[in-house]
């Protein structure tokens, strides 16, 4: 309490203590106690929410636990939203048809090479043919 649980001193007058003094401890004292009370149960309510919060977090982490270790591949891109999977879609057909289109030049340049490589031995003898004086 206020006074460090010191006994309070009052006057002593005709019939005992001062009325006035005793009645003015005892509001002060009411109120303190009253203050304390509040505080209290304040700490209580405080104290059982955070008990509830840690089994909820408890429980949260043995479910963790339980689960199969989180293998990132595409499938766990998916769980981020609508937006980022749609992005992620055209992002993989561009990259289809970028694939594609790569690879049918690629075969279109190969061929070319390829006839290029193969016309090459009769190409000298036609340049020799037409550049002879007839």
Do not use: W
């Not at 405080?46 to 982490?61: K, N, P, R, S």
């Not at 595409?74 to 594609?100: C, H, W, Y």
């Not at 289109?101 to 037409?130: H, L, V």
């Amino acid at each position: 309490m206020s006074n460090g649980g010191e006994r309070p001193k009052f006057d002593l007058v005709m019939r005992g203590y001062d009325k006035r003094q005793v009645d003015q401890y005892m509001t002060r004292i009411d109120a303190e106690l009253a203050s304390f009370n509040a505080e209290r149960e304040r700490a209580r309510t405080q104290m059982q929410q955070m008990a509830a919060q840690l089994q909820q977090l408890q429980a949260e982490l043995g479910e963790l636990h339980q689960r199969p270790p989180i293998q990132l591949d595409k499938a766990s891109f998916r769980d981020l939203g609508p937006m980022v999977d749609q992005i992620l879609a055209l992002a993989e057909k561009q990259a289809t048809q970028i694939t594609s289109s790569s690879t049918e030049r690629a075969a279109s340049r190969i061929a070319d090479a390829e006839r290029t490589i193969a016309d090459a031995p009769s190409a000298p003898r036609r340049c020799t043919k037409s550049s002879r004086p007839s």
